[in-house]
């Protein structure tokens, strides 16, 4: 992994295509009202009789201020009272999930998402967590994976400590810039020192490992501007990093109408951003996971990696992908089996579901053999960057280029661009090509034609 990426400029402008980001497939563009809360609870049912474990994510809505690039689903408020009848409702919601699963189903990861999770003061997070150990089976000797998302705006030494007493060890911290003509642009003012006290309480807690989320691409960045950002990150020592390409889509996302699209770095100066970026981040021993992800190599996700068991779901890259998920709150995706369900994303419609005692399942899928198989051929290629056809044949009863045999021109003409190295066992993705992986994936997504492109960032 020595040689994980190879910057090639001409292959870049090439294949630097709108596409989707994996973390499903099919993907959410592909669920369908068709499923409902009776799907739900046969997956359900099928989990605890084999006694799968669990990857719980809860989604918090609420945040205090608005961050003009932010695609979340959020709910922008000062009113923390807001907080309490969606907590009502999400224990509602726990208590109606729980019972369908056995206590024997251990809770291997917990994630709480937004909005921002310290949106809830700490009597509520005492609360809600009270009311997941009552109903799920949570590990209590620290060897589960429970992290949290902190905005080091809404969080301190105090909040930091609470948290580590009901169980999380791990913290992802958006920072995205610090810049403050950046921060200005994008209604986010955020200090270093700031982001400086949280890391710090996380380190003397004896958190386990600690995210920083960057964004390349906001207005009024530049090459120069983001290198320093980068190196004051790296000063920081996070265990990973994720960042990110910022994808200005005004028309579907409101608050982004408020970014000057006049501001925003050119294509140029953006490939420029990330070809700095990862100059730097190897050069200080971070290596690159795939898509936007980094980590030292002594963290979990590049051990597992290299032993070729990293996967990949809706939490991004990730040790557990075989454990069931199962999403919580507003707009919270479950991936139980085959089956994909997604709770509404509108508050009130979720909230108003509940009161009614009904889970809130708006839409989902559940994935037929095709969808499987190429389910599990995206998975090799965008976690291990390499795909062993015999075990694709031996899982799926398949002969592999007889099944895939109308793509084998599009991966030819890859191989022959230097992305991918192509035979009759194996696809393996070249330095040249990683961090174009989402474009070798969208070869075998059999969905894209039918979708607008639109819809998706681009690779970088």
């Known amino acids: 992994m020595l040689d994980a990426i190879r910057w090639d400029t001409d292959l870049i402008r090439r294949y630097d295509l709108a596409g989707p980001r994996y973390t499903s497939y099919p993907t959410a563009v592909q669920f369908n009202s068709q499923v409902g809360t009776f799907d739900l609870f046969h997956a359900l049912r099928d989990s605890r009789k084999a006694l799968r474990p669990l990857s719980l994510y809860v989604h918090v809505p609420f945040c205090a201020n608005i961050c003009y690039y932010c695609a979340c689903n959020k709910v922008i408020t000062k009113d923390r009272g807001r907080a309490q009848p969606y907590l009502q409702r999400l224990e509602q ?39 997941l150990r009552k109903h799920f089976n949570l590990l209590d000797d620290d060897s589960g994976d429970y992290g949290i998302e902190i905005d080091p ?110 501001e925003l770095p050119s294509p140029a100066q953006k490939l420029e951003m990330l070809q700095r970026t990862i100059e730097q981040l190897t050069a200080a021993g971070y290596r690159y996971i795939g898509m936007d992800h980094f980590a030292l190599p002594d963290d979990e996700l590049a051990i597992a990696q290299e032993e070729q068991t990293l996967q990949r779901n809706f939490q991004g890259y990730t040790t557990h992908g075989h454990c069931d998920l199962i999403g919580l709150g507003v707009s919270a995706i479950s991936q139980i089996g085959d089956l994909y369900c997604q709770n509404s994303s509108d508050l009130n419609q979720y909230q108003n579901s509940l009161a009614a005692a009904q889970l809130a399942t708006s839409r989902g899928l559940v994935c037929n053999a095709d969808d499987r198989l190429r389910r599990a051929v995206i998975q090799q290629l965008i976690c291990n960057f390499s795909l062993e056809f015999a075990e694709i044949e031996q899982a799926f009863n398949v002969d592999f280029q007889g099944y895939f045999g109308a793509l084998w021109p599009q991966l030819q003409d890859m191989a022959n661009d230097g992305l991918i190295t192509l035979d009759r066992e194996r696809i393996e993705v070249l330095p040249a090509g990683r961090l174009l992986v989402r474009s070798v994936c969208m070869v075998f997504d059999a969905y894209l034609e039918q979708q607008n492109r639109q819809r998706f960032s681009r690779v970088i």
């Open 153 to 262: 705006r809404e969080a301190d030494w105090s909040t930091m400590g609470l948290l580590r007493e009901l169980g999380f060890n791990r913290v992802s911290i958006g920072l995205q810039d610090l810049d403050p003509a950046v921060q200005r642009a994008v209604n986010r003012l955020q200090s270093l020192e700031e982001t400086r006290a949280v890391i710090d309480a996380a380190r003397t807690l004896q958190f386990r490992s600690i995210n920083i989320d960057l964004i390349y691409g906001l207005p009024k960045q530049t090459p120069e501007n983001f290198a320093r950002t980068v190196e004051e990150v790296i000063s920081l020592q996070p265990d990973r990093l994720s960042v990110f390409n910022y994808a200005h889509l005004p028309e579907r996302f409101m608050p982004q109408r408020r970014i000057n699209s006049n």
């Open 93 to 131: 919601e726990i208590q109606l999930i729980a019972c369908h699963l056995e206590p024997a189903q251990k809770v291997e990861q917990l994630h709480f998402g937004g909005g921002t999770p310290t949106f809830l003061s700490h009597d509520e997070l005492r609360q809600l967590m009270a009311h």
